[in-house]
């Protein structure tokens, strides 16, 4: 059974940073692209961003081009979201999410979803 755990979460002063770690297994994790998606409270799900199973391509959305960054390590079958200056509108648990060997960014094409994982940013 394919399991997603993200880890990393957690409170942080506005202009603080995290890393996000997102474990897979039981899936071929060099042929998944691999997504993060956030929700807040009372708002839509927001695709934060992907990358590609090779790490070829990476997308991250306007709201956190410039302060997040996505990566991945293919020999642990973990993908990071490294956050920087972050912002109270940060806040949302954040879901790492897999789809097999398509690139798209759009969060109903992807196969498998985490838990999710708290991020709360204070003023």
């Known amino acids: 059974q394919v399991q997603l755990v993200e880890s990393g979460g957690g409170l942080v002063q506005a202009g603080g940073s995290l890393r996000l770690s997102c474990a897979a297994s039981?899936?071929?994790?060099?042929?998944?692209?691999m997504g993060w998606v956030r929700q807040a409270p009372e708002k839509e799900r927001e695709f934060v961003a992907a990358?590609?199973?090779?790490?070829?391509?990476?997308y991250h959305a306007d709201a956190v081009k410039g302060r997040f960054t996505i990566s991945r390590d293919n020999s642990k079958n973990t993908v990071y979201l490294t956050m920087n200056s972050l912002k109270p509108e940060d806040t949302a648990v954040y879901y790492c999410?897999?789809?097999?060997?398509?690139?798209?960014?759009?969060?109903?094409?992807?196969?498998?979803w985490g838990q999710g994982t708290q991020v709360t940013v204070s003023s």
């Open positions: 039981e899936l071929t994790f060099s042929t998944y692209t």
């Open positions: 999410a897999a789809v097999y060997r398509r690139w798209t960014v759009i969060e109903n094409e992807y196969d498998y």
């Open positions: 990358i590609k199973w090779d790490a070829t391509s990476r």
